[in-house]
C-alpha cells in the first residue's frame, strides 16, 4: 500500500504545482484512465482464465463463491445507503 | 480535474459497465485459448495501477481547494464507510453460509477477504484446507470482479459511498480508479481511506474469526 500512496501523493502534488496544464491535458488524463483500467481488468481476467486449478473448481463452488462474494457486497452497499440517506434525509 | 457538481456522475455509465465486462472476458478467453507464461503479469498489473493512482492524484491536485472542501464536509462519513463495510460484509457472510449449507462461522471467515482474494486465501487454505481456501480465492474474486462491473450502476442509484463499500479492500487499488471515474475524483481519498483501513484489517480479522 505504501507505494500506492507513494503515487497518490506525487500526482498530487504534481497537480497542485502544475494545475493548468493538468486540467488542460483534462481529456487526455480522462483517456488513459480508461485505457489503463481496461488493461487492468484484461490482465486480471487473463490470471483468471490460465489458472487452470481455479477453473477446474468453478463447477464445484462456482454458486457458493458466488454468495460469499455477492452477498457480503450487496449487504455492504445496502448498509452505506440506507445510513448515507439517512444523513442526507 | 474539474468536476462540476452536476457533472459528478457519469452520463454513460451503462455503456462504461459494458466495456468493463467486455475488457475482462476479454482476458479470460484469451487465458482459456492462449497458454501464455504469466511470470511477469504481476508486474504489469503493479506498473498499470501505479500510473492510474498517479493520474487519480493529478486530477486531485489540480483541484485540491474545492475537493478538501468537500472532504471537510465528509469527513464523518469518510470514517464510518469502512466501519459499515465490514458490518455489512460479515452480515452478507453469515447470510451466504445460511444459504449454501456452509457453517456461518466459516461464511463470516470468507466474508472478511473484503475482496482482497490472495491474502485471504492463503491464510483460510492453511486453516481450513484447500477446498475452503480456493473457495475464499474465488468468493473474493467474486467480490472484486462484481464491483467493477457494478460501481458505475452503484455510483448512480447509491452514490459514491455505497460504491467505495462495494469494493472493499479493494477501494485502495484495483477500484479506485472505476469509482472515481464514475463518481467524481474527490472520491478517490474517502476510497483510500476506505480501502487501506479494510486492508489493514483482513490480516487481523481473518485469523482472529478463524479462531472463533
Redesign the interface.
Given at each position: 500500500?505504501g507505494?500506492?500512496?507513494l503515487?497518490?501523493?506525487?500526482?498530487?502534488?504534481?497537480?497542485?504545482?502544475?494545475?493548468k496544464a493538468?486540467?488542460k491535458g483534462?481529456g487526455l488524463?480522462?483517456v488513459?484512465?480508461?485505457v489503463?483500467?481496461?488493461?487492468?481488468?484484461?490482465?486480471?481476467?487473463?490470471?483468471?482464465?490460465?489458472?487452470r486449478?481455479?477453473?477446474s473448481?468453478?463447477p464445484s463452488?462456482?454458486?457458493?463463491?458466488?454468495?460469499?462474494?455477492?452477498?457480503?457486497?450487496?449487504?455492504?452497499?445496502?448498509?452505506?445507503?440506507l445510513?448515507?440517506r439517512r444523513?442526507k434525509g | 480535474m474539474q468536476c462540476a457538481p452536476g457533472m459528478a456522475v457519469y452520463p454513460q455509465e451503462e455503456r462504461l459497465m459494458l466495456w468493463l465486462a467486455l475488457a475482462l472476458l476479454a482476458g479470460v478467453g484469451t487465458g482459456l485459448l492462449l497458454h501464455l507464461d504469466l511470470a511477469r503479469a504481476d508486474i504489469y498489473v503493479r506498473a498499470a495501477l501505479l500510473a492510474l493512482v498517479f493520474l487519480i492524484g493529478l486530477g486531485l491536485g489540480s483541484d485540491w481547494k474545492r475537493i478538501m472542501g468537500i472532504l471537510r464536509r465528509q469527513g464523518f462519513e469518510m470514517m464510518m464507510t469502512p466501519l459499515l463495510t465490514v458490518a455489512g460484509s460479515l452480515i452478507g457472510g453469515v447470510l451466504a453460509g445460511l444459504l449454501t449449507g456452509i457453517a456461518w462461522r466459516t461464511g463470516l471467515v470468507l466474508a472478511s477477504g473484503f475482496g482482497w482474494y490472495t491474502l485471504s486465501a492463503v491464510i483460510v487454505g492453511e486453516e481450513l484446507g484447500a477446498r475452503m481456501g480456493t473457495l475464499a480465492f474465488l468468493a473474493n474474486i467474486v467480490r472484486e470482479v462484481l464491483a467493477i462491473v457494478c460501481i458505475p450502476w452503484i455510483v448512480r442509484r447509491a452514490g459514491g459511498a455505497a460504491a467505495t463499500a462495494s469494493a472493499g479492500a479493494t477501494a485502495v487499488d484495483v477500484c479506485m480508479p472505476v469509482i472515481t471515474r464514475s463518481a467524481g475524483p474527490e472520491w478517490a481519498v474517502p476510497a483510500f481511506i476506505s480501502g487501506g483501513v479494510l486492508s489493514l484489517l483482513v490480516p487481523v480479522l481473518v485469523p482472529a474469526l478463524l479462531s472463533i
Open positions: 500500500m507505494w500506492l500512496l503515487a497518490l501523493g506525487a500526482g498530487i502534488g504534481l497537480g497542485v504545482i502544475l494545475p493538468v486540467q483534462e488524463i480522462r488513459l484512465l480508461g489503463l483500467v481496461a488493461a487492468l481488468l484484461f490482465l486480471m481476467g487473463l490470471k483468471i482464465g490460465s489458472d486449478e481455479v477453473l473448481a468453478l463452488l462456482g454458486i457458493k463463491s458466488l454468495a460469499m462474494g455477492g452477498l457480503p457486497l450487496i449487504c455492504s452497499v445496502l448498509l452505506v445507503w445510513y448515507t444523513r | -
